[in-house]
């Protein structure tokens, strides 16, 4: 079969923003043991229906593509008006079948779900919202799509498939959708997916679970209507909602008011045909099952009231009580963790305050004691599903997957819930005291339960060790030891934890011993380095992706953000080990060689500038200037003006570029590169007069944190390109605009740093791409060249507030996690010569290895879905091993900018750069 063009995914599938956290749809599938070998029976099917016609089909492990001939003058658009077709997996084959004729009179490419499987998948809602019913997606001619819609809006007339929640339907009888957006993707982030208008405006093609039309655009199935105030939706008629709470592929749920008694209310929606199981029992069944246990529960207090259920239209909604305006997750995310130890004057003081643990605790306990007493198992105790009271109090909510005598629908939230860890066993009462006590450390670290492993003790003795460098001191010795109490993997000395702390009596000991993190010695972190390094040499062999599309991404696998680029680039510091060389000059080679290499943009994180960096590297560790030589991008990079996709990054790597070339005697080459570097900073001076000045966040808990300062996708990182060009340079224009960009941060700094220093303080302000983390890293570098001593402390003093965020980060990586934190300690350490800044850095290794899997010589990495393992750079284990090189030199280079410079008083400098892998 043949390759086919970089198609974005329906949702941007695979792709995950730089210096974001979003869980990728890939990442649930690519966790497991194993990658699915799915049957061929579609695509044999059909292949046997384009026997002689002049059609292309390619496939990958969710899609198979279908390409139509055409010549260059009908070439697809970038982006444009594509059509969706749903179908139950069932369904899949027979749809299929249906429509092919229809999509062979055309010209127009499609793509289907690889067989009913992934489309089970895909309408689970599992992978991602906006995959939900898209079994074909078609890409037709601008000029044909109206036509080819209603044609195949008429031939599906009355079959049944899930909405597609990113589209409106071409008339309400047929499964056949639409929306626009991108053809094709061109990177990995969120701007690898927009679109730019005929006027030059940009729009993002991103899909969500709303309809969205970019302003240059006419819908091709709706005339043109001056918008109009939308009546109130009521449910039963008499429910009329107000408020939403939450958005689910399954559902939504919002708040409501009883237009007959006045009764506030929760309006629970369970969509069709979504998340059909084996049995064939949707989102509907499942909430029907919900109305059963809640009736088993009627009066029961802590759980809300049933007033009804009803049908509309194929829909169907659960009513009942409203029980407050938040939730623990919530709660926990914007005021910060709930207080171990009482803080009032004896018991009543401590459970007059909810926010305390201990009435937490006891209110939970409670509550589910009368729950099990009415013959249910919750079977979904988490953080989201516990609602607060205005006055704070506790309410569980949310039976779906509840056990009511027994019966119990499929479903578990890995990290909370026992039955995901023991497979064809039912439900008991102490599995939901394991799921308190998941709960009830999330209540006090604001992290999730620990879940990389396949070993459901791993992950248990891991999460311990992370709640122990969260409260290490004595007085949390009880809420520490409840917690172990709750996880054990034994259920009867759950029951008995339990039960020493049911009653008013004051929090007890309950003899649990929680594991610590694992203190990092030279000889544990070189075991864990040469083990890193041998697992990014075998993840190597697959990356960059092959000609064949991985789930919509053809490109996927090549950049120093997540692919090949940011692994050989650290691989290249580690040549001494075995395999190493071999490794990075086949994947110099193969990157090299890659179809899809020009239709990455200029960008250094998402694009050609991070590839040529790395095969620039790999020719001068063959001793061969230009080995790996590829066509250049026809693409340039986006006017972010950022580290990640914009200007400053582009100009960063070229500087690099520059350097090396004139250090080999390469002047025309690099000469050339320099002047492109003057472009990027023209670009950018040009962009200072106008922009927009930031100020930080208002609220601590913002999860932006310091977005429009930090060194992805903020000043910093822009600050960071200006002062290196002008360094290089003497350019007096870009050094004036880095002086002042340095002075707007040393003003904004130190508000950012109260901000983090609070107790709700998201866990963002630590991180590389949107924190202190990054900011840092330019203040101690920029302190150093201006020979600054209020920068350098500035920058230190980022290092600090990181150091005591760092706990409760559960990222590891790079881009959002503690392997950032970490490689600012150790630029703190190079630049003071203080010894506490390295023993904080191995710290911060000891909490990488506790959010692990694997031993603590051979850790499993996680990345930022915390639930599986990759090789990239900036959040899977590249970037952690860069932190773990750095760390045991005390010091060296970063991946793309030059080493730390340490103080000339300094007593514990580093040995000098590697030449070449920097400035």
């Known amino acids: 079969m043949a390759a086919g063009p970089a198609w974005a995914g329906e949702d941007g599938s695979g792709t995950a923003a730089a210096g974001e956290h979003r869980t990728d749809p890939e990442d649930p599938l690519d966790g497991r043991t194993g990658k699915r070998q799915p049957g061929k029976g ?6 046997r229906l384009l026997d002689g016609r002049e059609r292309r089909m390619a496939a990958d492990e969710q899609w198979l593509y279908l390409f139509a001939p055409r010549p260059g003058a009908d070439e697809l658009p970038s982006h444009g008006w594509k059509l969706h077709i749903s179908a139950r997996p069932e369904d899949l084959t027979q749809v299929a079948e249906l429509i092919l004729p229809v999509l062979l009179r055309h010209v127009c490419d499609a793509k289907f779900a690889r067989d009913a499987a992934v489309l089970g998948e895909m309408n689970s809602g599992a992978l991602d919202a906006a995959l939900v019913g898209k079994a074909v997606t078609v890409y037709p001619r601008p000029q044909d799509v109206t036509a080819l819609g209603r044609e195949l809006a008429a031939l599906l007339a009355g079959r049944t498939g899930p909405r597609v929640l990113s589209d409106r339907q071409v008339r309400p009888d047929a499964p056949v959708h639409y929306r626009y957006g991108p053809f094709r993707a061109t990177g990995t982030d969120d701007a690898a997916l927009d679109m730019t208008g005929p006027d030059g405006a940009r729009f993002g093609g991103r899909a969500s679970t709303r309809y969205r039309q970019p302003p240059w655009t006419a819908d091709p199935f709706r005339a043109a209507a001056p918008p109009a105030r939308r009546p109130a939706t009521v449910i039963g008629g008499r429910y009329r909602l107000t408020a939403g709470v939450s958005r689910s592929p399954h559902g939504d749920v919002y708040r409501a008011v009883d237009t007959v008694s006045g009764e506030r209310a929760i309006v629970k929606q369970a969509r069709a045909h979504v998340g059909e199981g084996p049995d064939g029992v949707d989102a509907r069944g499942r909430l029907r099952h919900e109305h059963r246990v809640l009736a088993a529960l009627a009066d029961v207090d802590g759980i809300p009231g049933v007033r009804d259920y009803v049908r509309h239209g194929e829909d169907e909604y659960l009513i009942t009580t409203d029980h407050g305006p938040g939730d623990l997750r919530r709660d926990v995310l914007a005021h910060g963790p709930y207080a171990p130890v009482r803080t009032g004057s004896g018991a009543a003081g401590a459970d007059a305050d909810p926010r305390q643990f201990a009435a937490l605790t006891r209110r939970l306990l409670t509550v589910l004691d009368a729950v099990h007493a009415r013959g249910v198992v919750v079977g979904d105790l988490k953080p989201s599903n516990v609602v607060l009271g205005e006055d704070g109090t506790a309410h569980l909510v949310d039976f779906g997957v509840s056990a009511l005598r ?8 890995p990290g909370y819930s026992m039955p995901v ?3 064809g066993r039912p439900g008991g009462r102490a599995d939901d005291l394991y799921a308190l006590g998941a709960t009830l450390y999330f209540a006090l670290t604001g992290m999730d339960p620990v879940v990389v492993d396949g070993d459901h003790a791993v992950n248990t003795d891991r999460t311990l060790a992370c709640l122990a460098a969260v409260l290490p001191h004595e007085p949390h010795r009880p809420a520490r030891e409840l917690v172990a109490g709750l996880l054990d993997p034994d259920p009867l000395r759950r029951v008995a934890c339990a039960r020493r702390w049911r009653g008013p009596t004051a929090p007890v000991p309950t003899g649990h011993r929680l594991p610590a993190p694992r203190p990092v010695t030279r000889g544990l972190l070189d075991d864990v380095i040469a083990h890193t ?5 075998r993840a190597s062999d697959g990356l960059p992706a092959g000609s064949l599309p991985r789930r919509g991404q053809l490109h996927f696998g090549l950049t120093l953000y997540d692919g090949a680029a940011g692994v050989g680039l650290e691989l290249l510091h580690h040549t001494e080990q075995p395999g190493v060389t071999r490794a990075v000059l086949g994947l110099a080679r193969r990157t090299a060689d890659h179809s899809a290499l020009t239709t990455l943009t200029a960008a250094l994180h998402t694009g050609r500038t991070g590839v040529d960096l790395f095969l620039d590297g790999a020719a001068e560790l063959l001793g061969r200037a230009g080995e790996f030589t590829a066509p250049p991008s026809t693409r340039a990079y986006d006017d972010t003006g950022d580290q990640i996709g914009g200007a400053a990054g582009v100009g960063t790597g070229l500087l690099v570029l520059a350097r090396r070339a004139h250090a080999a005697g390469r002047y025309e080459e690099g000469g050339a590169r320099l002047a492109a570097a003057r472009e990027c900073a023209r670009t950018l001076l040009a962009a200072e007069d106008g922009r927009e000045r930031p100020a930080p966040q208002r609220s601590a808990a913002a999860s932006e944190a310091a977005f429009p300062f930090g060194f992805a996708h903020g000043r910093a990182g822009i600050v960071h390109f200006l002062h290196a060009y002008h360094r290089h340079t003497g350019d007096p224009a870009a050094g004036a605009a880095a002086r002042s960009g340095l002075a707007e941060l040393a003003q904004h700094t130190p508000r950012l740093l109260a ?14 791409c949107r924190g202190l983390a990054g900011i840092g890293t330019l203040l101690i570098e920029a302190g150093g060249h201006e020979g600054d001593p209020g920068l350098t402390e500035l920058g230190v003093r980022c290092a600090r507030a990181c150091r005591d965020l760092a706990p409760r980060m559960s990222p590891v990586s790079q881009c959002c996690g503690l392997a950032g934190v970490g490689e600012l300690l150790v630029d703190a350490e190079a630049v003071t010569g203080d010894g506490t800044f390295h023993r904080a850095a191995e710290e911060v290794a000891g909490l990488i290895l506790a959010r692990s899997g694997g031993t603590p010589r051979r850790p499993v990495f996680p990345d930022n879905t915390l639930a599986a393992t990759g090789p990239g750079w900036a959040t899977g284990s590249a970037g952690v091993l860069s932190f773990l090189r750095r760390l045991r030199d005390h010091g060296g280079p970063r991946l793309w900018s030059e080493a730390t410079r340490t103080s000339a008083t ?14």
């Open 42 to 47: 579609l695509a044999e099917r059909l292949e």
């Open 421 to 423: 860890y023991r497979a």
């Open 406 to 413: 027994g019966e119990r629908p499929a479903g578990a939230t």
């Open 533 to 537: 390094v041998a697992t990014c040499v």
């Open 755 to 768: 901000l983090a220093a609070r107790p709700e303080a998201h866990r963002r302000y630590g991180s590389w």
């Open 906 to 919: 300094s007593p514990a400098a580093p040995a000098p750069a590697r030449p070449g892998s920097g400035h």
